[in-house]
């Protein structure tokens, strides 16, 4: 279990990371860029738990 936690961790963290980021933004531009890596970190996290995702 650990194992699979820590990697859970690291799937999870750079999203985490710009999340943060995000909220201490103040520049619009740079907040535009966050965003968009935001979703590229997010997107990567959907992709890893496809396999594991339940049918709708």
């Known amino acids: 279990m650990r194992d699979e936690l820590r990697w859970l961790a ?3 963290g ?6 943060v980021i995000i909220k201490r933004a103040s520049d ?4 535009s860029r ?3 890596a935001r979703n590229d970190a997010y997107g990567g ?5 496809l396999p594991c995702a339940p049918a709708r």
């Open 14 to 19: 750079d999203a985490r990371n710009i999340d």
């Open 45 to 49: 996290v959907d992709a890893a738990f």
């Open 28 to 31: 619009e531009g740079f907040s």
């Open 10 to 12: 690291s799937e999870l």
């Open 34 to 36: 966050l965003q968009a």
